[in-house]
């Protein structure tokens, strides 16, 4: 496929996103919710489309995209772990699960691995306190979550680590 | 159907109630999102399947519920009309629950809750010490309600208050009664609302908007998602009652993208509500219109401040603006704006059913109602509670919460989230309102109720809000956007032994300028967790700083691991497990850590079945 297809066929599927929040310049931070829902994050290209779409300026674009957390100017991993940092899961250990996922995957909170296989961030919370502390990996909780439990769950996803399987 | 007068709204009503019987089975899962974590939505499907597999739809109904509160025992059923209360209850154990207890009314034992202070098992769900002290007037519904039910909510007497206000009610009297009632707003702040609602009324301009804010970015609170998950519908049913005494036409609700339920329920239920003519044009034939849309915000603590989420409304980068001018007057696209808590707004039906006297009889002077906390941390009982105000924090922490888990020492309480402080233990008979919590250098919050025991460093404590804090500044305004980055690094300093003389009184004095130079409430009330942790936990900064100790074995560079000769036997699983390979020792022998090469990583202390790691 050639690029200027693909560009075209993204700038379609933004349209559509648009067009269901009734081109409505208020519905900016939703509307971009949608694009990286639909892309894993913001391509350049789609933000020049809702800009355009829109009347808004790329700017402003950048300005919300930079603005909010839940926006990522880059490509995300194939593999998401996130690890909540909300206040009970801290006081239950969750400092111990980060330094480990940081050392194994060599990424700081927040990046993503180069080869694409692992996105890793913190969360504030995600209001299933009796669970804490608590790992997201791909969609799926992972509750009361230790090192070792870490370190088993990295294992499966294809990293070198030490298990007491092993 | 749509009904189009308070008459057909009646009779529609009468006829879900007499379609009912109350007597009928009625098994209740809990599907809130602490209960799904834990596979709820299995355990729903398995009922639903073994009922139909064995014919059993006539006697027994099945209900998948919003969350109940007991996050701690998940997943959660109870059994009506008995209330029978089953915890911890598995896919094999669906078969047993439908064709001995709700058939055969034989208890299940096993899934029984037991109290651990008495040993004794709890059959009914009212009898469990968790739920006994409660009062849960806002709460209590979810347990009884599938929250994409309409009927469900018309069952339980939902929409009666709106029916009420518009059939005969004027805007004033309404506005009134929630004055009389001395509401106050659930999410923080503690500001009247009737008082809000008059302002906003009042204002000039057009058109006049009422937003309900879900944008819970407090670390540890989960009440509002529990709500808008479990009973949307109340909160709409609130909302419309306060634009109707307002004047106004258009709502939002403003909800956390990270609460896809929340957003998925409170959605459905706008759609329900417009079928049926609650919402829409001409409600209920009385001339009013009303509609609300959901917005999803974008991951933004600062958000939840009123003008930095009127600004994410208008597709703009959260920041606030200085507050000489009131949301009441100027807020959503400059017009006259009141925005209320997901809570706050769950309080409203309750008020216009029962009446502000009533209302008014619950709580202490100030402080009129209930107030729901999630508490979490350190605690056996893990939940949500919502309790009269004027309970003390004694009663809660250990009637309720069942007190700190593995016997451990209770060291503190922190409530009002990164804007509130650290409470110790000389305060836990300390009846608590919004004044009460206050005065002691904390405050209500948003109902956050983390409990720390003697293994929690409050000095770490302090520095994680900072760090929170910093991330979620939104950098319009210096006191704010340095002055916490600067605290941070203190506080940095003193966790990892640099700490010198002079710091506290530095924090303290960048406290002061943060607390009088902030534009917004975030920076003004980031200097709690600092002040409240150095004015009852001195010690411990003093320890970090003269000793470069951390008390709680915390702080990481001012602690070591050791193994400890007596327990210690050898075993080898945490030399074996170790990512430094620092660890060494024959078999059955004494273990030993190389300090040097240790990355207190804490694996060997997790893994030693004999608690032989130390921490020093």
Redesign the interface.
């Known amino acids: 496929m050639s690029e200027v297809n693909s560009v075209e066929k993204m700038e379609l599927k933004v349209k559509d996103i648009i067009e269901k929040y009734g081109s409505d310049r208020g519905s900016v931070v939703p509307i971009l919710q949608d694009v990286q829902k639909e892309f894993n994050y913001l391509p350049k290209e789609a933000l020049n489309a809702v800009s355009s779409h829109l009347d808004v300026a790329i700017s402003r674009m950048f300005e919300v995209a930079t603005f909010y957390k839940a926006f990522s100017l880059t490509p995300r991993g194939r593999h998401q772990l996130s690890l909540c940092v909300g206040t009970a899961c801290y006081v239950r250990g969750a400092p111990l699960i980060e330094s480990n996922i940081e050392r194994v995957l060599d990424l700081r909170p927040g990046k993503t691995s180069p080869d694409l296989e692992f996105s890793f961030d913190t969360v504030n919370c995600l209001g299933s306190c009796a669970l804490g502390p608590i790992l997201v990996v791909d969609g799926e909780y992972q509750g009361q979550i230790t090192v070792s439990k870490t370190n088993k769950i990295l294992k499966k996803l294809g990293k070198k680590v030490k298990t007491d399987e092993s | 159907m749509k009904v189009k007068s308070f008459k057909e709204l009646k009779s529609l009503r009468e006829k879900i109630s007499n379609s009912r019987d109350p007597e009928k089975n009625c098994i209740t899962i809990c599907a809130g ?2 209960c799904l ?2 596979g709820a939505q299995s355990l729903v499907d398995k009922f639903k399947a073994e009922i139909e597999k064995d014919n059993l739809e006539e006697e027994i109904d099945i209900r998948s519920t919003g969350c109940h509160g007991f ?2 025992q ?1 997943p959660v059923v109870v059994i009506y009309p008995e209330k029978v209360f089953y915890r911890r209850v598995g896919l094999d154990d669906a078969a047993e629950v439908i064709h001995k207890t709700v058939l055969n009314g034989e208890i299940l034992d096993r899934l029984l809750y037991t109290d651990p202070s008495s040993g004794e098992k709890i059959i009914h769900e009212d009898d469990v010490p968790f739920y006994k002290k409660q009062m849960r007037l806002v709460f209590g519904m979810n347990g009884q309600i599938d929250p994409t039910s309409l009927e469900d909510y018309m069952a339980i007497g939902g929409y009666s208050a709106l029916a009420k206000v518009l059939n005969g009610m004027e805007p004033g009297a309404v506005i009134e009664e929630v004055k009389k009632a001395n509401l106050r707003g659930r999410g923080g702040g503690g500001f009247s609302a009737g008082w809000k609602w008059e302002s906003t009324r009042k204002a000039k301009g057009d058109p006049k908007y009422v937003i309900c804010n879900a944008d ?7 009440m509002d ?2 709500l808008l998950e479990g009973n949307p519908h109340s909160i709409l049913e609130g909302m419309m009652i306060g634009a109707y005494a307002i004047g106004s036409n258009e709502g939002y609700i403003y909800v956390r ?3 896809p339920l929340a957003v998925k329920n409170v959605t459905i239920a706008i759609e329900k509500g417009r079928e049926l003519g609650v919402l829409g044009e001409d409600i209920l034939g009385s001339g009013f219109s009303f509609d609300i849309k959901v ?7 600062v958000c939840g401040e009123s003008s930095a989420l009127f600004a ?8 606030p603006r200085a507050k000489y001018i009131h949301a009441t007057d100027r807020g959503l696209h400059n017009k006259p704006t009141n925005l209320n808590n997901v809570e706050t707004w769950a309080n409203v039906p309750l008020i216009i059913n029962k009446g502000a006297e009533w209302y008014q009889s619950i709580g202490t002077e100030n402080s009129k109602g209930t107030k729901i906390f ?1 508490l ?3 605690i056996n009982n ?2 949500l509670v919502e309790i009269p105000m004027g309970m003390t924090l004694r009663e809660i922490i250990e009637d309720i919460g069942g007190g700190t888990p593995k016997g451990r020492k209770f060291k503190a309480v ?1 409530t009002g ?1 990164p804007s509130g402080g650290c409470i110790p233990e000389q305060f836990l008979d300390m009846p608590i309102d919004f004044d009460a919590l206050t005065k002691v250098g904390s405050m209500m919050g948003s109902g ?1 109720m ?1 409990v ?1 025991d003697d293994r ?1 460093c409050m000095v770490d ?1 302090a520095r ?2 900072l760090k ?1 804090l910093e991330g979620e500044s ?1 950098g319009k305004c210096v006191p704010c956007r340095e002055g916490v980055r600067r605290m941070r690094e203190i506080l940095d300093d003193i966790c990892e032994g640099r700490g010198r003389e002079g710091d506290v009184e530095l924090l303290e004095s960048i406290s002061h300028a943060l607390i009088d130079g902030s534009l917004c409430a975030l920076g003004a009330t980031a200097p709690n967790p600092v002040l409240s942790t150095i004015k009852y936990f001195r010690e411990e900064y003093s320890a970090h700083m003269q000793e470069k100790k951390c008390p709680a074995g915390v702080c990481k560079e001012l602690i070591r691991y050791k193994i400890d000769e007596e327990n210690c036997t050898g075993c080898g ?1 945490c030399a ?4 430094a390979e620092c660890i060494s020792g024959e078999k059955k022998q004494l273990h030993v850590i190389d300090q040097e090469k240790c ?1 207190k ?3 060997c202390k ?2 030693c079945k004999f608690d032989a790691v130390i921490v020093e």
């Open positions: 999102t602490g974590a834990y996050c701690e998940g819970e970015g407090d670390p540890g609170a989960y998602r529990s993208n990270e609460y917005n999803r915000g974008g991951g933004a603590f994410s409304l208008e597709g703009r980068a959260g920041e999630s979490v941390g350190k893990t939940g922190q989230g956050g983390i720390m929690t404590v994680y809000f929170f939104c699983i074996r497990l170790c990512p990355i990583c804490g694996s997790e893994s």
